[in-house]
């Protein structure tokens, strides 16, 4: 085996070792975030790039997560992939509505 091969391959292990703790560490920091629907996101590390995955019911929470994930040693960039939704808006019942609940008491 040729030396230089031999280094190219330690390198590249080196880099997935790098990608895997860096993924590690953010889903860790997602998971200990006092934010509970933080705790839902996922990511996906390559080459110091760090996408982050999943939905969250304000574009604050969709910050929080960003820099929680900038915030990772190694993590040279983020590509923020978190979509925002509204959270669903209960209805209240109009009076008339609930007449009939009450027609037997």
């Known amino acids: 085996m040729h030396l230089s091969k031999l280094a190219s391959d330690n390198r590249s292990s ?3 070792l790098e990608y895997s703790e860096i993924h590690r560490e953010a889903e860790e920091r997602f998971r200990e975030s006092s934010y509970l629907a933080v705790r ?3 990511c996906t590390v ?3 790039v760090i996408h982050l995955h999943g939905s969250l019911p304000s574009h604050y929470l969709k910050q929080v ?3 929680l994930a900038s915030s990772v040693e190694g993590v040279r960039q983020v590509i923020n992939r978190i979509e925002v939704f509204a959270p ?3 209805k209240r019942p109009h009076p008339e509505d609930l007449s009939g609940l009450f027609a037997g008491i």
Do not use: M, N, R, Y
């Open 40 to 42: 839902t996101i996922s």
């Open 65 to 67: 997560a960003q820099e």
């Open 88 to 90: 669903a808006v209960q």
């Open 46 to 48: 390559g080459d110091g």
């Open 14 to 16: 080196t880099t997935s």
